[in-house]
């Protein structure tokens, strides 16, 4: 028989009528008034959860993950994934939801078939995003912020997670060089990041939008590369400058804005009566990892006044490898700063920080409401710890905790080792593409990221051209189909500029080994080679 994890009091409530106090059935240390308190026939005496039955569920439910969302995820020898269509999804999981509530045992198969038929990104040949890996320590901590179930606004109700919080922001600032600090904020994922420094930039140059709205404001405009994440534009939309008001700056050969360029545009704005506010550098692009050269970049935003942002989501975790920190070079001299330790430092997502290198407040002004009934300034502590006037939301999880506790049990020389093998290991699978009959390498790597093409031998025959290139682009998505519905790995491909469709792997966990990398141009091999 199932226990419940919430009694029924409706129907039993009757039975509390006694002259003493009475322990009650779901929390036995909870004593029970005697006198029943019934408002609008709903028993108020003792709690309605089931203590014990829910620690009995909880530990059948960590059993279960542990077994399916841990074990067999990362286990090589399974399957990355078991492809199934939306419809054919829709029917095994049974997803309608109802009056009832279903028994113990049906919620625990639930859990068995939604780690069964979702994607294992913690698998060794989970390749296809810019996350990937199994981090134990992190894990722990994210069951730890859902088992206290707080929010990151005020010091009184997350003391513990605030001060984490303000710990790895300052050794993020350390490691960008800003050596006098700054401010910063954890936040919902790099784009809402990219959005902050858009918006404080804007603030900066224009404080008077902040009450008066865009009537206050000249025609604004901004500058990034055309490799750029597409969260700038998507920022320049919501806030209302307009994506039209964003130019993009175009890149070299490798990816990289050129800075000759940026400053083209940022005069000939000038000379259209538009008002120049902020360039955004990128530091790691999402599909070929390029570095743009933040240092001559800076030169420019100095020279005219402009707000520099560093978009070092993706890259920005070379800052801890004294081998690869100088693809940041330059990085101190930005005003504001995303950097996702979710991405390449492989803490569980979502984990992203914003920082800025202002020590005025302005990320507070700028923000800020003065809710009075979360922001009271005649507490009993101090209350500038209470950060949640800095940030858009109200709620906000603790996320740099799951990067603190992390740093804290692997130390940042882990952290370094880690960072060095993931680029030695694209090195590594970037020489065997050169090797390999029927691979061509994009470019050579700068980061993680390995762009390449597969040519079936039917193709191999054919010299460089139009014919070649419209028949290679149809290769890489059935190749990625018959990855997906075999489950063997995952890794992503895209269209690129006029390029044709090519793989884009990418390396992060350290659960990951050469034979892996062998693994996968096999792999490949076997999927297309009949193309």
């Not at 004593?31 to 005496?45: A, D, E, M």
């Not at 070079?329 to 005003?335: F, S």
């Not at 040519?455 to 460089?464: F, G, H, R, V, W």
Request: neutral net charge; glycine residues 6%; hydrophobic residues 40%.
């Amino acid at each position: 028989m199932t226990v419940h994890l919430y009694e029924n009091n409706m129907e039993g409530h009757h039975k509390e009528e006694k002259t003493s106090d009475v322990q009650s059935p779901a929390d036995p240390g909870h004593p029970v008034k005697c006198s029943p308190v019934i408002i609008g026939n709903i028993p108020l005496n003792g709690p309605t959860l089931n203590v014990l039955a829910s620690e009995n569920f909880i530990h059948q439910s960590m059993s279960i993950i542990v077994e399916n969302a841990i074990k067999k995820a990362t286990d090589v020898r399974e399957k990355v994934c078991e492809w199934r269509s939306p419809e054919q999804l829709k029917e095994l999981l049974d997803l309608e939801l109802r009056d009832g509530g279903e028994s113990e045992s049906e919620i625990l198969q639930r859990f068995k078939d939604a780690i069964r038929y979702s994607v294992k990104t913690t698998h060794p040949r989970f390749f296809n995003q810019l996350y990937a890996g199994m981090e134990p320590y992190s894990m722990v901590a994210s069951f730890i912020i859902e088992a206290l179930k707080p929010s990151l606004y005020t010091y009184e109700v997350a003391p513990v997670f605030t001060l984490a919080e303000e710990a790895v922001l300052k050794k993020m600032m350390e490691l960008i060089g800003w050596k006098d600090g700054g401010d910063g904020i954890f936040n919902a994922g790099g784009s809402m990041s990219n959005m902050y420094a858009v918006n404080l930039a804007r603030y900066r140059c224009c404080p008077d939008i902040k009450e008066n709205g865009l009537s206050a404001a000249p025609r604004l405009v901004m500058f990034t590369s055309q490799e750029c994440h597409y969260s700038i534009s998507k920022a320049a939309a919501l806030l209302g400058i307009g994506t039209k008001n964003v130019y993009a700056i175009p890149s070299d050969e490798r990816g990289k804005m050129i800075p000759s360029a940026l400053e083209e545009q940022i005069l000939s704005a000038k000379s259209e009566g538009a008002v120049p506010f902020m360039v955004n550098a990128t530091a790691g692009t999402t599909v070929l990892g390029a570095f743009d050269p933040i240092d001559v970049i800076a030169d420019i935003c100095e020279k005219h006044n402009l707000w520099l942002h560093v978009d070092a989501c993706w890259g920005g975790a070379a800052l801890v490898s004294s081998k690869h920190k100088h693809l940041l070079k330059g990085i101190h001299r930005a005003d504001s700063v995303a950097w996702n330790p979710h991405k390449m430092l492989m803490a569980c997502l979502q984990c992203s920080a914003f920082m800025v290198r202002d020590k005025t407040s302005l990320l507070q002004r700028c923000h800020s409401a003065r809710a009075s009934y979360l922001f009271q300034q005649d507490k009993f502590y101090d209350v500038s710890y209470d950060t949640g006037d800095k940030s858009v939301q109200c709620s906000r999880k603790p996320d740099a905790f799951k990067i603190w506790l992390m740093w804290k049990a692997l130390g940042s020389r882990e952290l370094e080792q880690r960072v060095d093998r993931a680029l030695a290991m694209a090195r590594y699978l970037a020489e065997e593409i050169k090797k390999r009959e029927g691979f061509r390498l994009l470019m050579q790597p700068e980061y993680a990221n390995i762009c390449f093409w597969y040519i079936p031998p039917s193709l191999q025959t054919l010299p460089d051209g139009p014919e070649l290139w419209e028949k290679l682009h149809k290769v890489a998505p059935v190749i990625k189909e018959r990855m997906m519905k075999k489950g063997s790995m995952m890794v992503g491909y895209q269209p690129h500029g006029e390029k044709a469709n090519f793989f884009r792997m990418i390396i992060i966990s350290p659960q990951v080994s050469r034979q892996d990398m062998d693994f996968v141009l096999d792999e490949i091999n076997n999927l297309g080679k009949d193309l």
